[in-house]
């Protein structure tokens, strides 16, 4: 099975009517989706900044963004239809798009000022570094100054086999190894247990 099957398998079995965008999402609560979301904004000013939100889900991170920043454009993608579906039916201002990037890139050099990708890499493909490096060279090409992303913590004291689990210091490491010298890191923590972030600055 393919990592794209994989994934559309993961969430299909969440589609649940009338159930909570976050169980949708597969995260545990809907306080921890909005620290996640906290913890990927961080200290950024998105004001004015064009985004490109990976793996948009049902638009919860749109509506993150428009209780904190104005004059921002957004675009969400995702590989679900039901997950678009979802996130058109709530009428926000935003693109939602419902393709697969990784196989069909649909946008332009430098098209976005800022990438956010949550729980993109969390399921377990097998060869998840291989696919976050792969991840990174496309939206580097596609983001012009920011790219921030987050993962499970191997440390988290209720790991699943069907999830991917890393360190910090492992994927600043990766990171390094594959663009020596380029990206500025910064390593957010503590927000929740089971999960840090990564902001990549040009």
């Known amino acids: 099975m393919g990592k794209i099957e994989k994934i559309k398998n993961y969430y299909q079995k969440n589609n649940k009517v009338d159930f909570p965008d976050y169980y949708i999402l597969g995260w545990e609560s809907d306080a921890a989706q909005q620290l996640r979301f906290q913890a990927l904004v961080n200290s950024l000013d998105l004001k004015g900044k064009r985004i490109l939100d990976i793996g948009c889900g049902t638009g919860n991170f749109l509506q993150y963004l428009v209780q904190r920043f104005t004059d921002f454009s957004y675009t ?105 010298n380029y990206f500025k890191l910064k390593v957010v923590e503590g927000y929740l247990q089971n999960d840090f972030t990564i902001v990549c600055n040009k």
């Not at 983001?143 to 600043?172: G, M, V, W």
């Open 76 to 180: 969400g993608v995702d590989i679900l239809e039901h997950m678009i579906a979802n996130a058109k039916r709530k009428e926000l201002k935003g693109t939602f798009l419902c393709v697969d990037i990784f196989k069909a890139n649909p946008f332009s050099n430098n098209e976005f000022d800022a990438i956010f990708a949550s729980g993109t890499f969390n399921i377990n493909l097998g060869n998840n570094k291989k696919f976050i490096i792969d991840a990174l060279k496309l939206f580097n090409y596609i983001a012009s100054e920011t790219i921030a992303f987050n993962l499970l913590n191997k440390n988290s004291p209720n790991k699943e086999d069907n999830y991917f689990y890393s360190s910090p210091d492992e994927i600043c490491e990766l990171i390094n190894l594959n663009f020596p």
